[in-house]
């Protein structure tokens, strides 16, 4: 529709200037909506043509702003009064960045709807665009804080008719390694398959699978320094519940719904590794973001094993000296013990190197270096015939593991 004649029949429909200035917001640059209103009431008024050149700071009127609205129900005229209230349950987090959405009645969005119908929407905004920005200006002076369209800390959703403030607080990612020095710890939590956290005679009232994690025994700590409400834990790769793990794994702990974003790592590292000392150890804390989830996720860092073997025979070094031609690719067929969780297929995983110590006449300690994912016991033990080749079958004899610790974790 034609500028001028647009601009009439809006004016006729009795819009705020927030509302008429809208229908034309992409025409001129640095105005506000209700500018842009002022300058096409005044042009109107005195018979001038509606042009996109009309659009320039130096027109705006030096008059009162229009009220009443059909389209808005003056919401406008409360953008202050939302931002203070947006700004006083924003108030006990620890944050820089944030955003502002808005609820806006349903009614509303279909009277603006039916006037884009009407009129054409080529030059307009939509309505809660512009109050989101608006409130995000004035909650922006009133806390000194800066809006992020990508990534705030945190999202504040006001509904304008309840007057309710729905805020999502963003959760913060802290990189570390680990080591695991106790047997029968869980990386993660993990609740128990029957009640799923609840608890049942099966899990012994626990809901937990494994009574502890490291995930859970660094939890405490992270939620004491950030008032987060639950962590997430995300590891690169994890070790078997009974064994430990000497080589630093890396890991990202996210905590959800922080109250407090600036925290001392170094102090939170060193009362965590008090807490739980001969049992877990953390290294290297610092702030991270989701990118190095994925990044952990994606990596295949070879590992360095250590593994102690109980052979069934007593055992010559010569035949030993077989184990190293095992160094090369090593098929797995996905192990019985995970073959629920797991599709059922065949891996190919490269042994990279291979060692070996007499420890007695019947024990062995082995040292591996492995590529990502490669099934150690499953190695050892051949895993009646689905992995191959395999310890027992070169040393022609039964054998099984007694322990098992991951050394190193070649993460770069
Ligand atoms: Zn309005
Ligand atoms: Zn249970």
């Known amino acids: 529709m034609e500028l001028t004649k647009k601009a009439k029949a809006l004016l006729k429909l009795g819009l705020c200037d927030h509302c008429l ?6 025409l001129g640059h640095g105005l506000e909506n209700f500018e842009r209103g002022l300058i096409i009431r005044t042009a109107l008024k005195g018979k001038k043509k509606i042009k996109e050149k009309l659009f320039k700071r130096e027109n705006i009127p030096n008059l009162e702003v229009k009220k009443n609205c059909f389209l808005c129900r003056d919401y406008f005229e409360k953008i202050e009064y939302f931002a203070e209230f947006i700004s006083i349950g924003l108030k006990k987090y620890d944050f820089e960045t944030f955003l502002i959405g808005c609820k806006i009645p349903l009614e ?25 920005r608006l409130i995000g200006k004035k909650v922006s002076t009133l806390i000194k804080k800066r809006v992020d369209f990508k990534r705030p800390h945190i999202n504040a959703v006001i509904n304008l008719e309840k007057e309710h403030l729905n805020l999502y607080i963003n959760s913060i990612f802290i990189f ?36 502890e994690s490291v995930q859970e025994l660094l939890a405490k700590k992270f939620l004491k320094f950030t008032k987060g409400t639950d962590t997430k834990f995300h590891g690169c790769g ?28 170094k102090k939170l590292q060193k009362e965590i590794n008090k807490k739980n000392k001969g ?33 069934e025979k007593k055992i010559s070094r010569n035949e030993l000296k077989k184990l190293d031609k095992l ?8 192990p019985i013990r995970v073959e629920k969780r797991r599709a059922n297929l065949i891996r190919k995983r490269k042994l990279k190197s291979i060692s070996w110590k007499k420890l007695s006449n019947n024990k062995l300690r082995l040292t591996l ?8 016991k499953e190695f050892i033990t051949g895993d009646e015939g689905r992995t191959k080749p395999n310890v027992s079958e070169v040393l022609n004899q039964k054998v099984e593991w007694e322990n098992l610790d991951v050394l190193k974790v070649l993460y770069p």
């Open 21 to 26: 200035g809208r229908q034309f917001a992409q």
């Open 238 to 265: 994890r070790e078997d519940v009974d064994a430990r793990c000497f080589g630093k794994r890396p890991f990202v702990m996210e905590i959800l719904e922080p109250e407090i974003r600036k925290i001392n790592l």
């Open 327 to 334: 160094v090369g690719v090593i098929k797995q067929r996905t």
């Open 108 to 132: 509303l969005k279909r009277k603006e709807e039916e006037l884009w119908e009407t009129y054409g929407f080529e030059e307009t905004e939509p309505m809660k665009s512009e109050i989101n």
């Open 279 to 311: 049992r877990v150890k953390i290294f290297n804390l610092r702030f991270s973001n989701k990118n190095e989830i994925r990044k952990l996720k994606e990596a295949k860092p070879d590992k360095v094993y250590r593994i102690i073997l109980k052979l």
């Open 176 to 211: 570390g390694k680990y080591n695991k020095l106790e047997r029968g710890i869980a990386q993660t939590r993990t609740y128990c398959p029957i009640c799923k956290g609840r608890g049942c005679s099966k899990c012994n009232w626990e809901g937990r699978l494994y009574k």
């Open 369 to 376: 270096k492995t590529e990502a994912g490669f099934y150690v």
